[in-house]
C-alpha cells in the first residue's frame, strides 16, 4: 500500500500526472480546488473515490483513492477543526482509520497551525488508537517554531502522540530527531536556502512494523510545482 501527501499549492488539475506517476492507493492533497474544477486529461489516471473540504472553492483538501479504497468520514468530524479529517477506509485488507490533515484555520484565536493538530488528537481522542491508525498531511509546524509557554506546540503534538503508540514513519525511517530534519518537505518562495519539514505521515505501532519505505522529494524537480514536496510512504500491505 503506498500513501502519498503533497500540498500541490493549487490548481492540482494542471499537476495530478506528475504526483500520479507514483501510483498512490491513497493521495491527501492540501491546498487542492474542489472536485467540480477538476478536469483532467484524457489519459490521466481518475480517483476511484473522492472527498474535498473547504470553503474556498480554488484551496481546500482533497483525499482521492486509486484503487480499492473507499472513504467514509466518521460521525464525530468536527468541522471546527480545520484541516482535520477522520475517515474510515474499507476495501483493503483491514479497514483503518485515516486522519487527512491541512492544518490551517487563521480563524481560530488559539492559534491556526499546529493548535488545530493539538486540539484534533484530544477531540478524536477515542478514535487514535496504537492500531490501524494514519495522521497524514501538511500539519504547517515543526518543533524549531515551538513556544514553550503554549499549550499543544509540534512537540507537545508528538509527545501526545507517541504516548498512543503512534510514530512519524519519517523520523523512524531515517533516523532522526524533530526539529533536526535532514530532508525538507517545504520551502519558503521556492527559495532552496529557506528550508522546513512540515509535512509528516504519523502511524500506529502496527502499521510501522509494515514500513517499507519513505521518500521525500527532492528540491529540484519538485519545486517547479510547488512550494512543498511529497511525502511517499510505502507499507508491505496490499490494497486487495
Known amino acids: ?119 484534533a488528537i484530544h477531540h478524536y481522542d477515542t478514535s487514535i488508537t496504537s492500531k490501524q491508525t494514519i495522521l497524514i498531511g501538511d500539519f504547517n509546524s515543526n518543533t524549531i517554531w515551538d513556544k514553550p509557554r503554549r499549550e499543544g506546540n509540534h512537540s507537545a503534538v508528538v509527545k501526545r502522540l507517541e504516548e498512543k503508540g503512534i510514530y512519524s514513519v519519517y523520523h523512524k525511517h531515517f533516523n532522526q530527531t524533530q526539529g533536526k530534519e535532514q530532508h525538507p518537505t517545504w520551502y519558503m518562495y521556492r527559495h532552496h536556502d529557506k528550508p522546513y ?23 529540484e524537480f519538485w519545486t517547479k510545482y510547488s512550494d512543498h514536496v511529497p511525502v511517499i510512504v510505502t507499507f508491505d500491505v496490499l490494497p486487495d
Open 197 to 219: 519539514h512540515l509535512d509528516y505521515c504519523f502511524v500506529s505501532i502496527d502499521m510501522l512494523e509494515c514500513l517499507k519505505s519513505v521518500e521525500v522529494g527532492n528540491y
Open 1 to 119: 500500500m503506498k500513501i502519498i501527501t503533497w500540498n500541490c499549492n493549487m490548481a492540482f488539475r494542471k499537476k495530478a500526472d506528475i504526483i500520479l506517476m507514483h501510483q498512490p492507493d491513497i493521495l491527501v492533497v492540501p491546498e487542492c480546488e474542489h472536485p467540480d474544477k477538476l478536469r483532467f486529461n484524457g489519459d490521466t489516471p481518475k480517483p476511484t473515490d473522492t472527498l474535498w473540504f473547504g470553503h474556498n472553492q480554488n484551496k481546500g483538501l482533497g483525499i482521492f483513492s486509486y484503487g480499492h479504497f473507499r472513504f467514509k468520514v466518521l460521525d464525530v468530524h468536527n468541522d471546527n477543526l480545520k484541516m482535520i479529517i477522520p475517515i474510515t477506509v474499507s476495501g483493503g485488507q483491514f479497514d483503518f482509520t485515516l486522519f487527512a490533515i491541512w492544518a490551517n484555520n487563521p480563524g481560530d484565536p488559539d492559534g491556526a497551525y499546529v493548535t488545530q493538530v493539538w486540539k
